[in-house]
């Protein structure tokens, strides 16, 4: 079976760009799960869904981050303008049931650097 | 403040050696307590978890981890590490009446022959 799929896996861009990472959770699952990782600050939830409703996006760092979730099997993570500050290995991750019960499988991330 | 703490940022084994990675939480109420592990590369992967009931969990890939009340500890063991086992380890809790797994800082483990 397909796991989470993530793209692109690298992406290089230049501050102000926009920046769109794309998932597809696990067939069935219902909550997805937006972290990025980096060496300073760790693994940090972004945001996450839950049925495709966002429940908690008080990890999103500030207004130039937008999640959405038109579907149960696509989510995006948009950065708008983006800045050499948001370099970092984004990952998403999709679970049945919410963390404590489902547990969480990730995909293998999107490495963003932002020149 | 409540957290989840790795002290050990990187750790050297031998193969073949015992390991142990620590894991400590500052919660109220004991928390839902999970590894992961990270190859390099890639993403998480669960190892194991603990909800309740016997504090010796066993998990994938012959790593144990034991819960310890007392001390808020959540400690992962292997009795003998293979030099496939370097790579990055992250405890994780969901506290009680939370809904987001909260990462540790998570500990580089490497492996010599």
Redesign the interface.
């Known amino acids: 079976d397909a796991g989470v799929i993530q793209s692109p896996r690298h992406e290089v861009t230049e501050m102000g760009q926009e920046v769109t990472l794309r998932c597809k959770p696990i067939s069935g699952h219902d909550y997805l799960f937006w972290y990025r990782q980096t060496m300073m600050r760790g693994l940090e939830l972004l945001i996450y869904f839950n049925n495709n409703v966002p429940i908690d996006d008080s990890g999103m760092p500030e207004d130039r981050f937008s999640a959405k979730m038109p579907n149960a099997s696509f989510s995006t993570l948009k950065i708008q303008p983006s800045e050499p500050r948001d370099s970092a290995v984004y990952f998403c991750a999709s679970s049945y049931g919410r963390g404590k019960g489902g547990e969480l499988f990730f995909g293998e991330g999107s490495r963003l650097t932002v020149l | 403040a409540q957290s989840v703490t790795q002290p050990d940022i990187h750790i050297t084994v031998s193969e073949g050696a015992s390991l142990e990675l620590r894991c400590n939480y500052s919660y109220g109420a004991t928390p839902?307590l999970f590894w992961?592990v990270q190859s390099p590369?890639?993403?998480?992967?669960?190892l194991l978890?603990y909800?309740s009931g016997d504090t010796l969990v066993q998990g994938i890939k012959g790593f144990e981890a034991e819960f310890k009340r007392s001390q808020s500890s959540f400690n992962l063991r292997k009795p003998s590490v293979h030099w496939s086992d370097a790579a990055e380890y992250?405890c994780a809790v969901?506290p009680m009446g939370a809904?987001?797994?909260?990462?540790?800082?998570?500990t580089r483990l490497t492996i010599n022959p």
């Open positions: 839902y992961y590369g890639q993403g998480l992967q669960l978890k909800f992250f969901v809904q987001k797994l909260v990462f540790g800082q998570g």
